[in-house]
T-cell receptor, first 113, second 116 residues
Framework: AQSVSQHNHHVILSEAASLELGCNYS??????LFWYVQYPGQHLQLLLK??????LVKGIKGFEAEFIKSKFSFNLRKPSVQWSDTAEYFC???????????FGKGTTLSVSS | DTGVSQDPRHKITKRGQNVTFRCDPI?????LYWYRQTLGQGPEFLTY????????KSRLLSDRFSAERPKGSFSTLEIQRTEQGDSAMYLC??????????????FGEGSRLTVL
């Protein structure tokens, strides 16, 4: 069965702290991997994506994620968070066609200034 | 704004009433998706269309839910005989299958349903 697990429900950090959000997935076949972000009062938007090639992918606003195939993981990182990174973050694997995207429960990140 | 638009943004209804939500996708996108999101959960897939064809529907979806995309452009999601458990945010997203599709979905701001 397809599933995705996000390790942290709520993360609280001070500005300039480093961030790592864990994501593990179970998905048959070739998988595309995404992180989506939802800022307060805004719609879901793409943060970054992995299809193939270099397992370290970079997204918007200084975020990056590393695909580790052997661990079925796609963890999100940022070296130094800002107050504006306060948002909800969703890990989402999909099939190659992009028609079967499933979401984790999300991690709420609160950054204090 | 050329993004995905949804209407209404918020609907309050009494149990047993029917409600309909509309989604207008990005114009060049041929795929359209409906998701449902409840508090503390990630979006849950409901159904998706490629052009006007409904290609997949969640097995968890009650028969009270129906979606259409008659001309391959906008879509409607109707919930009949609403129940309090239907209270949620209903999200619409669109994408393009051109170039094989990449899986990147573009989301609207959602329609929040409150069933009293």
């Amino acid at each position: 069965a397809q599933s995705v697990s996000q390790h942290n429900h709520h993360v609280i950090l001070s500005e300039a702290a480093s961030l790592e959000l864990g994501c593990n997935y179970s998905y048959g076949g070739t998988v595309n991997l995404f992180w989506y972000v939802q800022y307060p009062g805004q719609h879901l938007q793409l943060l970054l994506k992995y299809f193939s090639g270099d397992p370290l992918v970079k997204g918007i606003k200084g975020f990056e994620a590393e695909f580790i195939k052997s661990k079925f993981s796609f963890n999100l990182r940022k070296p130094s968070v800002q107050w504006s990174d306060t948002a909800e973050y969703f890990c989402a694997p999909s099939n190659q066609a992009g028609t079967a995207l499933i979401f984790g429960k999300g991690t709420t990140l609160s950054v204090s200034s | 704004d050329t993004g995905v638009s949804q209407d209404p943004r918020h609907k309050i209804t009494k149990r047993g009433q029917n409600v309909t939500f509309r989604c207008d996708p990005i114009s060049e996108h041929n795929r359209l998706y409906w998701y449902r999101q409840t508090l503390g959960q990630g979006p849950e897939f409901l159904t998706y269309f490629q052009n006007e064809a409904q290609l997949e529907k969640s097995r968890l979806l009650s028969d009270r839910f129906s979606a259409e995309r008659p001309k391959g452009s906008f879509s409607t999601l109707e919930i009949q005989r609403t129940e309090q458990g239907d209270s949620a945010m209903y999200l619409c997203a669109s994408s393009s299958s051109r170039g094989g599709g990449t899986g990147e979905l573009f989301f609207g701001e959602g329609s929040r349903l409150t069933v009293l």
